[in-house]
């Protein structure tokens, strides 16, 4: 019998369940924390054919289904902030906090600069495969690497950079998912109380270019700014996350 309500984690496009391990024993006394890898990425279920969003978001509901859940509270960050709404619009969400999601963009819009980027950084890292992980083990090498997505990636062991560059090599689903078409729909009526949680130093979906984006699809969401930290916030400050994931559940469900 459970004792503590579940709490769902999703990570972002090309990464693992691992891009959760230094905010998940922060959250472990308050919650039934499930941090799955998603469909289609390293360590994942298999997808069968392109992998999109919806089916992404069908695999992770299929997890809450095995474990016999229904509604959880969840946290997302990119893809994962994404698929967090999603599955708020299905129904199976208690509350959500989306960090920096995704879709933001037009349906059946073409990559902009945003996605541009992190294809580039999907072709240069299968390119160097062989020689990145060698240089993981200098801070330096690690903050160069991880500077789109992290203010301080020399924060990442050499192990968590390794395995975070390995995520990305091996995430079999990362052209599809990158180039979709499809898009966040508007959510006039929430289902369940939202969060949406911008880092200020985001610099693969800045700001001041998708939070307006984010209120006009959300526009009864609850936004937050996040100090301090870069597109996947959880390298810069685990701390902070679980901090924000704790409040956006208490400050609007009691």
């Known amino acids: 019998m459970r004792t503590k309500p579940a709490l769902m984690l999703l990570h972002g496009v090309t990464m693992s369940g691992a891009a959760w391990d230094d905010v998940v024993p922060l959250l472990a006394e308050r919650f039934d924390v499930i941090a799955p890898t998603a469909a289609g990425h390293r360590g994942g279920p298999t997808l069968e054919g392109a992998a999109t969003i919806a089916a992404v978001t069908d ?56 996605r541009a980027t992190l294809i580039r950084t999907k072709r240069l890292a299968d390119a160097t495969r062989h020689l990145a992980p060698a240089l993981m083990k200098f801070g330096l090498a690690r903050r160069i690497t991880m500077r789109d997505i992290a203010v301080h990636g020399d924060r990442m062991t050499p192990e968590q950079a390794v395995r975070s560059f390995q995520d990305l090599v091996g995430c ?18 929430l289902p369940c109380p ?11 979906f800045p700001p001041a270019e998708f939070v307006p984006i984010a209120r006009q699809r959300l526009p009864r969401a609850r ?32």
């Open 172 to 189: 079999d689903a990362a052209y599809d998912l990158l180039n979709t078409r499809e898009s966040v729909d508007p959510l006039l009526e």
């Open 59 to 114: 695999a992770a509901e299929r997890e809450l289904d095995s474990r016999g859940l229904d509604a959880v509270h969840i946290a997302g960050n990119s893809m994962g902030g994404w698929m967090a709404i999603e599955l708020a619009r299905r129904g199976r969400a208690r509350s959500v906090c989306a960090f920096s999601p995704a879709g933001l963009w037009k349906k059946d819009e073409k990559p902009g600069a945003s």
């Open 223 to 254: 936004f937050v700014t996040a100090p301090g930290v870069g597109h996947v916030p959880m390298i810069d400050d685990p701390v902070l996350c679980a901090r924000l994931i704790v409040e956006s559940i208490e400050d609007q469900t009691g």
């Open 194 to 204: 939202i969060t949406v949680t911008w880092a200020a130093h985001d610099r693969i």
